[in-house]
Nanobody, 124 residues
Framework: QVQLVESGGGLVQAGGSLRLSCEGS????????IGWFRQAPGNEREFVTA????????YYEDFVKGRFTISRDNAKNTVYLQMNSLKPEDTAVYYC?????????????????WGQGTQVTVSS
């Protein structure tokens, strides 16, 4: 069982920055790949970015490339999502999720464990 807790969400003006954190269970964190997803009201949950178990590989959805950066510190059992140049359309609940497979995964169905989500609101 992998438990995930997100933090760092909030209200920010367009063009601003936020850093989200996803802290996981100590014993299993190094063995899971992590992804960030988001869900806006009335929309389906969508993939944002993912990072491999070691942190050597990452993948970004086109709409966040050059603005968001995913990283992980396995010594702290934490994955980070640095979000810069935020836009109102980035407003959503952001979820981190974990999977036990090797490599990167981009589909909701490929992730076994989910956090409770953290709200990000970007005002215009």
């Amino acid at each position: 069982q992998v438990q995930l807790v997100e933090s760092g969400g909030g209200l920010v003006q367009a063009g601003g920055s936020l850093r989200l954190s996803c802290e996981g269970s100590e014993r299993t964190f190094r063995s899971v790949g992590i992804g960030w997803f988001r869900q806006a009201p009335g929309n389906e949950r969508e993939f944002v970015t993912a990072i491999s178990q070691s942190g050597d590989s990452t993948y970004y959805e086109d709409f966040v490339k050059g603005r968001f950066t995913i990283s992980r510190d396995n010594a702290k059992n934490t994955v980070y999502l640095q979000m810069n140049s935020l836009k109102p359309e980035d407003t959503a609940v952001y979820y981190c999720a974990a999977h036990m497979s090797l490599g990167l995964r981009i589909r909701v169905s490929q992730y076994e464990y989910w956090g409770q989500g953290t709200q990000v609101t970007v005002s215009s």
